[in-house]
């Protein structure tokens, strides 16, 4: 079965960098596009970043420049590298993916950004 574990998240000064990593198995990760996303407390849970089978990248504007997405097909991992992080960045993130017209989720990591 599908499944998608996130790790990496932590507490990080404004200004400050993370690094995301989702290890996923029980599909073919490398021919279906893969996501992030994220939910603040009270909040809906939005798209921060996807990047298509290929590579192909798309940002929120909100990360725009700050965020990278990537993926190793070969180790079957997604990554986020986030910089210059914001008090607004604050959220659990989680890793997606939609297969088989379902959406799958990991359990989430938590990012707090403050001083």
């Known amino acids: 079965q599908v499944q998608l574990v996130e790790s990496g998240g932590g507490l990080v000064q404004p200004g400050g960098s993370l690094s995301l990593a989702c290890a996923a198995s029980g599909f073919r990760f490398d021919i279906y596009p893969m996501a992030w996303y994220r939910q603040a407390p009270g909040k809906q849970r939005d798209l921060v970043a996807s990047i298509s089978s290929d590579g192909r990248q798309n940002y929120q504007d909100s990360v725009q420049g700050r965020f990278t997405i990537s993926r190793d097909n070969l180790k079957n991992t997604l990554y986020l590298e986030m910089n210059n992080l914001k008090s607004e960045d604050t959220a659990v993130y989680y890793c997606?993916?939609?297969?088989?017209?379902?959406?799958?989720w990991g359990q989430g990591t938590q990012v707090t950004v403050s001083s």
């Open positions: 997606n993916v939609q297969k088989g017209g379902l959406d799958y």
